[in-house]
């Protein structure tokens, strides 16, 4: 009588193995990416002339009626005390 010897596959025949390699290779490549996209496209978030630009913002605000911009309203509302 012969004896049999099991014989074993490589680990990389394994499914299992792939699935449990899959996610951090999927979260390597997704972080490529990411560093990828903002190395290459920068954009300037703040304008260079932000101050002039938001004092103009704040001309045109004062110039139009103050009793009709809702947000003018409500930081009056806020401001102003009331009896109770």
Do not use: C
Request: hydrophobic share 50%; no cysteine; glycine share 8%.
């Amino acid at each position: 009588m012969q004896q049999q010897i099991p014989t074993t596959s490589p680990w990389w025949r394994f499914p299992f193995v792939w699935l449990v390699i899959a996610g951090p290779a999927a979260v390597v490549v997704a972080g490529f990416v990411t560093a990828f996209i903002a190395v290459s496209g920068a954009d300037p978030v703040v304008a260079t002339d932000y101050y002039r630009r938001g004092m103009e913002i704040n001309k045109t605000l004062a110039a139009g009626s103050k009793a009709s911009l809702p947000a003018m309203q409500g930081r009056n509302h806020a401001a102003t005390p009331t009896a109770p």
